[in-house]
């Protein structure tokens, strides 16, 4: 499998549909492409077939700036927290250079069937290591 040389960074070019009336981008789109920009590195994980499911347990979002129609928008993914049964991960989202917001992202994991929280699995803990901030 071929892999991005920095797998924890995506660019994305503001698109029309992301705009409010007031020519900024809405507030949710902020975490749909944070949310992205997690899948991205997520998909790199090492998998295992007895795998928790991992539910958002909390979220928030500092804005600095915002971003407008057609701005190229960096989204840069780290992990801060590796817990016993959650993780917390943060994306920087910047724009020439300049600060845009910051998003913290707080992930449980939990049995697929019993939804009970579970620890996470060691190779993810091994391999999470590697992005903490």
Known sequence: MEQAADITASDIRIPFRD????????????YAHAEAAVAALWRH????PEDPVYFVRKSACTFHYGLKLDDIAQFKVAVTR?????LTLTVAISSEGRPVADLEIVWVAVD????????VPQRVRDWLKSFLA
């Open 112 to 119: 697929p069937t019993s939804r009970q929280p579970v620890n």
């Open 19 to 30: 705009i409010d009336m007031h020519g900024h981008m809405h507030n949710a789109a902020y």
């Open 45 to 48: 994980r090492p998998q295992g």
């Open 82 to 86: 590796i817990g016993a049964t959650s």
